[in-house]
C-alpha cells in the first residue's frame, strides 16, 4: 500500500540523481566555495530576478530556519509566527534555543495578516518585554494554504511601518507557487520578503535549500559554521538545484504532486469525505471516521492525524509528492470506497 504521510518518502528526482552522478569524480574545493555551486547561486539569482541576492544552500529546513533568525535578530529581539508554524510546533524549540523567543499566533488558516503582527507588537511595549522584530511565515503554510500577492505585499507594508524584517520558510515553496489560485513567483518573493528559502528536500532533491538573503548579513557563514551548516561537500546541495531549477524541473514536478493532492481531494469528496481546510496545495485534510482511518491502516497506507474533530472523527493529513503515481491515488480511493 502507498504512503501518504509525508512528500520526502522517496530519494530524488532521477534527474537530480543523474547530475550528482555525472559530476562525481570531479574533483573540486569544498564548503560551496567551487564553480558548481557558483553556477547554481546565479541560476538561482537569474531565476529570482534578484541579482544581488545572497544565496547559501542548507541541509533542512530547520537549520534554515534557526540560522536564519538568529542572524536576523538581536539576543532580546523576537520573532512573530502563526501557532501552527514549523518554528513554532515542529522544531523542538529551535528557535528558542538560539535565544529567541517565537511570538505564536493563533490564525484560523495558518495565515498572518498585518492586523495580527500589529497586535502582537501592541502587547510589547518595552523594555520588560521582548521585542518583536521579524515574521515568520510559511507558504505553504503547514495548513496548506498559501499567500497571495495582495497578501504579502500587506505584510511588508506592515513590516516597513514597524521597522520589522519579514522572513518566508519555503519547504514547499514549489507547491505553493504552482497551487491553484496562487499569483506569486520567485521573484515577487524577491521582492517582498528580507529572507526566503526555496525548498528542495521535499521537492525533488535528496535533501537541502537554497536560501535567498534580500538583506544582506555581516559575515553569515560565520554563522553557518558556528552552528554546523558549512558542509565540505557543499555543491552536492548546489548541483541538485542547479538541476532543479535551470530548466523549470522544479515547477514542473510541484504541479504534479499538487495534481496528485487535487485528485485525491475529488475522489474523496465525491465518495462523500469533508475537507474544512481549504488546501489547493499537496497537503489534504480530510475528516475521516476513526473506524475507516483504521480500516485503512489495516490495509497497510500511512497518514497523519492533524486534530481531533470528536470522539468518532479526526482530521487527518494526506501529502502527496513529485513521484506520487495516479494509480497510487486511484487504488486508494477504491479501498477507501470499500470501507465501512
Known amino acids: 500500500?502507498?504512503?501518504?504521510?509525508?512528500?520526502?518518502?522517496?530519494?530524488?528526482?532521477?534527474?537530480?540523481?543523474?547530475?550528482?552522478?555525472?559530476?562525481?569524480?570531479?574533483?573540486?574545493?569544498?564548503?560551496?566555495?567551487?564553480?558548481?555551486?557558483?553556477?547554481?547561486?546565479?541560476?538561482?539569482?537569474?531565476?529570482?530576478?534578484?541579482?544581488?541576492?545572497?544565496?547559501?544552500?542548507?541541509?533542512?529546513?530547520?537549520?534554515?530556519?534557526?540560522?536564519?533568525?538568529?542572524?536576523?535578530?538581536?539576543?532580546?529581539?523576537?520573532?512573530?509566527?502563526?501557532?501552527?508554524?514549523?518554528?513554532?510546533?515542529?522544531?523542538?524549540?529551535?528557535?528558542?534555543?538560539?535565544?529567541?523567543?517565537?511570538?505564536?499566533?493563533?490564525?484560523?488558516?495558518?495565515?498572518?495578516?498585518?492586523?495580527?503582527?500589529?497586535?502582537v507588537l501592541d502587547a510589547h511595549p518595552d523594555e520588560f518585554m521582548v521585542r518583536p522584530k521579524m515574521v515568520y511565515i510559511a507558504d505553504t503554510t503547514e495548513l496548506g494554504t498559501i499567500y497571495t500577492k495582495a497578501e504579502l505585499t500587506a505584510l511588508r507594508r506592515c513590516c516597513d511601518a514597524h521597522g520589522l524584517y519579514l522572513g518566508l520558510d519555503g519547504a514547499r515553496l514549489g507547491s505553493a507557487l504552482t497551487a491553484p489560485g496562487n499569483d506569486l513567483a520567485?521573484?515577487?518573493?524577491?521582492?517582498?520578503?528580507?529572507?526566503?528559502?526555496?525548498?528542495?528536500?521535499?521537492?525533488?532533491?535528496?535533501?537541502?535549500?537554497?536560501l535567498v538573503l534580500r538583506r544582506p548579513i555581516d559575515h553569515f557563514r560565520w554563522h553557518m559554521k558556528q552552528r554546523g551548516a558549512?558542509?565540505?561537500?557543499?555543491?552536492?546541495?548546489?548541483?541538485?538545484?542547479?538541476?532543479?531549477?535551470?530548466?523549470?524541473?522544479?515547477f514542473e514536478i510541484a504541479r504534479h504532486a499538487n495534481d496528485m493532492a487535487l485528485r485525491l481531494r475529488r475522489g474523496m469528496a465525491e465518495l462523500?469525505?469533508?475537507?474544512?481546510?481549504?488546501?489547493?496545495?499537496?497537503?489534504?485534510?480530510?475528516?475521516?471516521?476513526?473506524?475507516?482511518?483504521?480500516?485503512?491502516?489495516?490495509?497497510g497506507y500511512q497518514f497523519e492525524p492533524e486534530r481531533v474533530i470528536d470522539a468518532d472523527h479526526t482530521c487527518v493529513r494526506f501529502v502527496t509528492s513529485w513521484a506520487t503515481p495516479p494509480s497510487a491515488v486511484d487504488e486508494f480511493l477504491r479501498d477507501l470506497a470499500a470501507c465501512k
Open 186 to 210: 520567485l521573484p515577487d518573493l524577491a521582492a517582498l520578503t528580507d529572507a526566503f528559502y526555496i525548498g528542495g528536500t521535499k521537492n525533488g532533491a535528496l535533501f537541502g535549500e537554497a
Open 272 to 299: 462523500g469525505y469533508e475537507f474544512p481546510l481549504p488546501s489547493p496545495s499537496n497537503q489534504q485534510f480530510p475528516v475521516l471516521p476513526n473506524t475507516v482511518a483504521r480500516q485503512l491502516e489495516e490495509l
Open 230 to 250: 558549512t558542509l565540505a561537500k557543499g555543491r552536492l546541495m548546489a548541483l541538485q538545484f542547479q538541476a532543479l531549477l535551470e530548466d523549470g524541473l522544479y
Open 1 to 119: 500500500m502507498y504512503s501518504f504521510r509525508n512528500d520526502y518518502s522517496e530519494g530524488a528526482h532521477p534527474r537530480v540523481l543523474q547530475r550528482l552522478v555525472d559530476t562525481n569524480l570531479t574533483q573540486t574545493c569544498g564548503y560551496a566555495l567551487d564553480p558548481m555551486s557558483d553556477a547554481a547561486r546565479e541560476t538561482i539569482r537569474r531565476v529570482c530576478g534578484a541579482p544581488e541576492a545572497d544565496v547559501h544552500f542548507l541541509s533542512g529546513g530547520t537549520q534554515t530556519n534557526l540560522l536564519t533568525i538568529a542572524a536576523f535578530l538581536r539576543p532580546f529581539e523576537a520573532v512573530i509566527a502563526p501557532a501552527t508554524a514549523h518554528i513554532s510546533l515542529h522544531e523542538a524549540g529551535a528557535i528558542e534555543a538560539t535565544g529567541h523567543k517565537v511570538c505564536a499566533v493563533e490564525t484560523p488558516d495558518g495565515k498572518l495578516t498585518p492586523a495580527m503582527v500589529e497586535a
